[in-house]
């Protein structure tokens, strides 16, 4: 993991905070990664937020992996025997570069607490997402702009891994899904009807959320073809740099939270999984994958199911009054009540 010199994190001055499948080409900026790795060229802000996984103990034959990223109020529409809070939880720094070339560059800093309080795993984590992003901005073909960029990142004296993020952004797909839905049902509680603008509305959401949809499917493109899983894809693994839906134009999603990538390049089929895969390799033996080509199949549709529950999810969210589906009551739905059959979905 990166290391720096004995650090002191400096308050922060001043900064402004900022409100709070088809094929195309993909766009990508060439440069290669450059980490910056000495603490003192950041400056750390306020709390912006924290979150965490969730571990799946009990499902009936689900395809998705054993770790995936929840939001706030998840867990309470859960049973008890469905899922449990996973140990690892991460803090979300606002900030920015202080000296060099990338001097005044907003960053997120996203920070994976150390081994006395997040264990092995933690570690084990924050390693994973840096070296996913440093061989995906290492590419020869560019850097995709349809993913977090990473600036850098140091160790502090307590342990906890701090990695630094470009600020594209602190909106996630799921924070658009939640206020237009909220939206929804506070106009429908106002008794707000005008066709006209009712209609408009919708174009305006559908632009919108295919132009989402795209961003991601571009994203998790690039990574299948460097031979990348995400493992982690969900609404709240998007994050966006507007939610405002006339900016549709000017809409970039990135993917992030890499800590679960796995590298199925073939050598590397070959040899130790890796702890924080164990559970994909286990259901790809289970599923007859057995060979290096069978199991990279298999990873990679393992990450386009995921995909397409995050589909199906904003497709329905953004669209319904708030609490009536959330991303977990969907995939039930989805693969107990209509058993994967899209035909009685759509009836």
């Known amino acids: 993991m990166l290391r720096a010199p004995p650090d002191s994190l400096f308050p922060f001055r001043h900064i402004h905070k900022p409100n709070s499948l088809l094929r195309t080409r993909t ?3 060439c440069c290669k990664a450059s980490l910056i790795t000495n603490s ?3 400056e750390v802000g306020r709390l912006i937020g924290s979150y965490g996984f969730m571990n799946i103990t009990s499902s009936s034959g689900s395809p998705l992996g054993e770790d995936t990223e929840y939001s706030s109020g998840d867990l309470g529409r859960l049973r008890v025997q469905d899922v449990g809070e996973g140990s690892v939880k991460i803090r979300l720094y606002d900030g920015r570069v202080s000296q060099g070339p990338l001097k005044g560059t907003p960053v997120v800093f996203k920070v994976y607490p150390g081994q006395r309080a997040g264990g092995n795993e933690a570690d084990m984590m924050a390693a994973n997402e840096l070296n996913a992003h440093l061989f995906l901005q290492n590419s020869s073909n560019g850097i995709c702009q349809n993913l977090a960029i990473l600036v850098g990142g140091f160790e502090t004296k307590t342990g906890e891994q701090w990695l630094a ?3 594209h952004g602190k909106s996630s797909a799921a924070d658009y899904a939640k206020v237009m839905s909220e939206k929804v049902s506070r106009n429908r509680a106002a008794g707000v009807w005008n066709k006209f603008e009712q209609e ?6 559908r632009y919108f959320v295919t132009k989402l949809l795209q961003g991601i499917m571009r994203g998790l493109a690039y990574m299948h073809d460097h031979d990348r899983l ?7 693994s998007v994050i966006l740099n507007t939610i405002t839906e006339r900016d549709a134009a000017y809409l970039v999603p990135r993917l992030r939270d890499l800590a679960f990538s796995v590298d199925i390049g073939y ?6 999984p890796g702890l924080l895969s164990e559970g994909l390799w286990r259901r790809a033996s289970t599923a007859g994958a057995f060979t290096p080509m069978e199991k990279r199949a298999f990873g990679i549709s393992d990450d386009i199911y995921e995909a397409g529950l995050l589909l199906a999810y904003l497709a329905f969210v953004p669209f319904c009054e708030a609490g009536i589906m959330d991303g977990l009551s969907l ?3 989805l693969e107990s009540t209509f058993q994967l059959d899209l035909g009685a979905t759509r009836e």
Do not use: V, Y
């Open 27 to 29: 766009t990508r900026i």
């Open 40 to 42: 003192d060229s950041f």
């Open 165 to 167: 993020f470009r600020n």
């Open 200 to 205: 408009e509305t919708i174009k305006r959401r």
């Open 230 to 236: 995400h493992q982690s894809l969900g609404p709240a």
């Open 267 to 272: 050598s590397n089929l070959e040899g130790d």
């Open 331 to 333: 995939q039930r739905l």
